[in-house]
Nanobody, 126 residues
């Protein structure tokens, strides 16, 4: 069973950058599709980005395309989310998630993910 721990959240001004990390333990990290989701204040959880097991395929929510980059280092059991040009509407709790589903390269629905981290708060001030 995979355990996921996020880090790197914090308070940043609009236009700034943050890099989130998610370290995995207890599992074969390279066998999992990884995703980042977020829950803005008062809203539902939403998809942010996902990456295939090899790292060669990625996809993003339209709201973050061109600003966020997901990547992974399988040798370090870690997935990253580089967030640039941050906006106040990016304020949310960010979660990483792991999927053991082998039917596709990556997934948008949180229902396809089996394991979740505890979340890290990102606050963007205007």
């Amino acid at each position: 069973q995979v355990q996921l721990v996020e880090s790197g959240g914090g308070l940043v001004q609009a236009g700034g950058s943050l890099r989130l990390s998610c370290a995995a333990s207890r599992g074969t990290f390279s066998s999992y599709v990884m995703g980042w989701f977020r829950r803005p204040p008062g809203k539902e959880r939403e998809f942010v980005a996902a990456i295939s097991r090899s790292g060669y395929s990625t996809d993003y929510a339209d709201s973050v395309k061109g600003r966020f980059t997901i990547s992974r280092e399988n040798a370090k059991n870690t997935v990253y989310l580089q967030m640039n040009s941050l906006k106040p509407e990016d304020t949310a709790v960010y979660y990483c998630a792991a999927s053991g589903d082998y039917s596709g390269s990556y997934y948008y629905s949180p229902l396809r993910y089996d394991y979740w981290g505890q979340g890290t708060q990102v606050t963007v001030s205007s």
